[in-house]
């Protein structure tokens, strides 16, 4: 997850905890370090993640300029990365501008919930079921 709210990274954290889900999680503050992490790890299909939830609405270096970046690596890649944006933003500019990426799965409201969190998940872990 890359969002520089620490609360929401809270919440998101104890929901994935308490279904366990995305066990192998990490949390990023800013987008261009996280994007300067997936550079450095370019061809290292173990180092990259499955999925990145991604906040739009960030000081200095937002979800905007992360997506730029990414869009110029991942022809490169050798790993398929789905990203689901979060956002707190209603702005349908923003969706729209969000959407033109192919690798942006979806874009969400802020806050997530279990349903959502469950949906996704079963995407990358085929026979998940929900206790």
Do not use: W
């Not at 994007?35 to 990145?52: A, F, G, R, T, Y």
Request: net charge neutral.
């Amino acid at each position: 997850m890359i969002d520089d709210s620490e609360l929401d990274q809270f919440i998101l954290d104890k929901l994935m905890a308490k279904y366990n889900l995305f066990r192998h999680k990490q949390f990023c503050y800013d987008a261009e370090s996280a994007i300067n992490e997936i550079e450095k790890n370019l061809l290292d299909h173990q180092k990259l993640p499955d999925v990145i939830f991604l906040d739009l609405i960030m000081p200095h270096f937002d979800g905007f300029d992360f997506l730029e970046r990414f869009s110029k690596l991942y022809p490169v890649m050798n790993k398929i990365i789905d990203i689901f944006i979060i956002t707190s933003s209603i702005d349908p500019r923003d969706r729209k501008k969000s959407e033109k990426y192919h690798f942006v799965k979806k874009v969400l409201i802020k806050p997530l919930n279990c349903g959502i969190l469950t949906n996704i998940y079963a995407r990358y872990k085929p026979g998940f079921m929900l206790n």
